[in-house]
């Protein structure tokens, strides 16, 4: 049995009349857009659940109190 072959799923960039820099420049927009360096810096260490719960709550705090000041300044 031959063995099913995953998709490559891989960023790539076609590098066209040996112009590396131009290749580059676009591969790192790709990488930035993706969010793989996100992901990567978020799984650089174990974070627990309730951390995690704990940090995305506080950053909707301060969202809500940023938009109250926002909208308060408007009148």
């Known amino acids: 049995m031959a063995r099913k072959e995953k998709p490559n799923n891989g960023l790539r960039v076609e590098?066209?009349?040996?112009?590396?820099?131009?290749a580059l420049k676009k591969f790192k927009k790709m990488v930035k857009n993706s969010g793989m360096?996100?992901?990567l810096k978020n799984k650089a260490?174990?974070?627990k659940p309730s951390k995690k719960r704990r940090e995305k709550k506080n950053l909707q705090k301060?969202?809500?109190k940023y938009k109250n000041i926002k909208e308060n300044n408007n009148y």
Request: glycine share 0%.
């Open 45 to 47: 260490y174990y974070e």
């Open 62 to 64: 301060l969202r809500y």
């Open 15 to 22: 590098v066209r009349n040996n112009n590396v820099d131009i």
């Open 37 to 39: 360096m996100l992901e």
